[in-house]
């Protein structure tokens, strides 16, 4: 079955320190991956996406992630975290039917001053 | 704007009282589905349907019902709420399920 493990339930990062948020999945075949971010009280909105080609993608509020097969792996990354990047992360992956996106369980971050 | 909007965000009830759960997107997407967020499970699916007349059961279906009598509207149904049902629950629609999904504001559900 697909699955989707992110490994650190919370994380605590200085301000404009680096980030890495780690994502490892299962799939057979050619993912197409997801990192959600969800502030408090807020609904989810999607950081990037990667479908195929370039493993590095760009996303919103300066935030990347590197696809890398060998690995399993879809680490979220940000060269300097700011405040306001406190909040819950979620790496998702869709199944294999299309007709769902399988979340890990979270990663929340906070961020010290 | 781009939206998908639920109704609504807050609702506390007693077990066994039946309550729906509105949904309604703007942006005419064929895929909605709804999901269950809680802590240390992350989200997990319930329904989804690919169009309208057109739905299915997710990994957590028990207890609820869904209707897609139209494409923007996905209403989620609960006949007779029991306290394991006390969650965070998102609506979400996208042109297909696996490309990016757009997610509403939440709706928090406690029954007691």
């Known amino acids: 079955a697909q699955s989707v493990t992110q490994p650190d339930i919370h994380i605590t990062v200085s301000e404009g320190a680096s980030l890495e948020l780690r994502c490892n999945y299962s799939?057979?075949?050619?993912?197409?991956l997801f990192w959600y971010v969800q502030s408090p009280g807020q609904g989810l909105q999607l950081l990037l996406k990667?479908?195929?080609?370039?493993?590095l993608v760009q996303g919103i509020k300066g935030f990347e992630a590197e696809f890398k097969r060998s690995q399993s792996s879809f680490n979220l990354r940000k060269p300097s975290v700011h405040w306001s990047d406190a909040a819950e992360y979620f790496c998702?992956?869709?199944?294999?039917?299309?007709?769902?996106?399988?979340f890990g369980k979270g990663t929340t971050l906070s961020v010290s001053s | 704007e781009a939206q998908v909007t639920q109704n609504p965000r807050y609702l506390i009830t007693v077990t066994g009282k039946k309550l729906t759960v509105t949904c309604s997107q703007n942006?005419?997407?064929?895929?909605m589905s709804w999901y269950r967020q809680d802590p240390g499970l992350g989200l997990r699916q319930i329904y989804y349907?690919?169009?309208?007349?057109?739905?299915d059961k997710g990994d957590v279906p028990e207890g609820y019902k869904v209707s897609r009598k139209e494409k923007r509207n996905f209403p989620l149904i609960l006949e007779s709420p029991s306290p394991n049902q006390t969650s965070l629950y998102f609506c979400?629609?996208?042109?297909?399920?696996?490309?990016?999904?757009?997610f509403g504001q939440g709706t928090r559900l406690t029954v007691v």
């Open positions: 979400a629609s996208s042109w297909r399920m696996n490309t990016e999904a757009f």
């Open positions: 799939y057979g075949a050619t993912p197409y």
């Open positions: 990667y479908f195929s080609g370039d493993t």
């Open positions: 998702a992956v869709a199944d294999q039917a299309g007709t769902a996106l399988i």
């Open positions: 942006m005419n997407h064929e895929y």
């Open positions: 349907s690919m169009n309208v007349e057109v739905t």
